[in-house]
T-cell receptor, first 112, second 116 residues
Framework: GNSVTQMEGPVTLSEEAFLTINCTYT??????LFWYVQYPGEGLQLLLK?????DKGSNKGFEATYRKETTSFHLEKGSVQVSDSAVYFC???????????FGKGTRLHILP | GAVVSQHPSWVICKSGTSVKIECRSL??????MFWYRQFPKQSLMLMAT?????????EQGVEKDKFLINHASLTLSTLTVTSAHPEDSSFYIC????????????FGEGSWLTVV
C-alpha cells in the first residue's frame, strides 16, 4: 500500500545547527510529495512541495529534493532557529484520488 | 493566499450530545473537502472525503452514522459528531482543494473536541 515513513522524534537541536528530517515513501504510481509544519496550537501549513522526480521544494530556508531512486524526500535546513520548533509532517498525494497520506510527524525542538 | 477556516476552534460537550464543526473556504471555491482526525502524538488520519452536492466517501473503519459530513456548498463542509463519547475527543482538521488549483490543498486551523 501507500505509506510515508519519517524519522521519529523528538529531535532537539541548538540554534544554528544543521537539520535533517528523513522521509521515505511507498506509493503506487507517481505521487506529489509535501512537507507540512504544525506550530504549537495551530493547524497545518504547507511548507514546501515537489511534484516530480528531481524537483527541489524550498521555503523559509528549508529544502527537500524528490528522489525517485531512493523514494525519499528528506527535509533539510542549514541553520535552524528557535522559531522553527514545531511538528513536521511528510506527506504524499496520489493525483488520481486526491488523498494525502501523512507520516507520523517529527517534533522538533530548537534550543536557544 | 487561500484560507480555510474552521469553527469552533475549541469545543467541550457532554457525552451523548452532538457537536457540529464547520469548515469554510474563505476566498476560493472548494470542490473537494477532506476531514482528518489527529490523536495526540499521532499522524493525521483521513476520515472522509466530501464533494459538493454529493455524499461523502468514508475511509474504512469510520462510522458514517456517527460522523455526519455535509458539503452543502462550494465553500462550506460540516462534520457532525453524533452521540459523542469521551473516546471521540480529538483534534479534527479539514482541508480543501481549490477548484482549478492543481494539487494545492489548504488546511484549516483545526478544532479541538473534548467530550466529558
Amino acid at each position: 500500500g501507500n505509506s510515508v515513513t519519517q524519522m521519529e522524534g523528538p529531535v532537539t537541536l541548538s540554534e544554528e545547527a544543521f537539520l535533517t528530517i528523513n522521509c521515505t515513501y511507498t506509493a503506487t504510481g507517481y505521487p506529489s510529495l509535501f512537507w507540512y509544519v504544525q506550530y504549537p496550537g495551530e493547524g497545518l501549513q504547507l511548507l514546501l512541495k515537489a511534484t516530480k522526480a528531481d524537483d527541489k521544494g524550498s521555503n523559509k530556508g528549508f529544502e527537500a529534493t524528490y528522489r525517485k531512486e531512493t523514494t525519499s524526500f528528506h527535509l533539510e535546513k542549514g541553520s535552524v532557529q528557535v522559531s522553527d520548533s514545531a511538528v513536521y509532517f511528510c506527506a504524499l498525494l496520489l493525483n488520481r484520488d486526491d488523498k494525502i497520506i501523512f507520516g507520523k510527524g517529527t517534533r522538533l525542538h530548537i534550543l536557544p | 493566499g487561500a484560507v480555510v477556516s474552521q469553527h469552533p476552534s475549541w469545543v467541550i460537550c457532554k457525552s451523548g450530545t452532538s457537536v457540529k464543526i464547520e469548515c469554510r473556504s474563505l476566498d476560493f471555491q472548494a470542490t473537494t473537502m477532506f476531514w482528518y482526525r489527529q490523536f495526540p502524538k499521532q499522524s493525521l488520519m483521513l476520515m472522509a472525503t466530501s464533494n459538493e452536492g454529493s455524499k461523502a466517501t468514508y475511509e474504512q473503519g469510520v462510522e458514517k452514522d456517527k460522523f455526519l459530513i455535509n458539503h452543502a456548498s462550494l465553500t462550506l463542509s460540516t462534520l457532525t459528531v453524533t452521540s459523542a463519547h469521551p473516546e471521540d475527543s480529538s483534534f479534527y482538521i479539514c482541508s480543501a482543494r481549490a477548484r482549478g488549483a492543481g494539487n494545492t490543498i489548504y488546511f484549516g486551523e483545526g478544532s479541538w473536541l473534548t467530550v466529558v
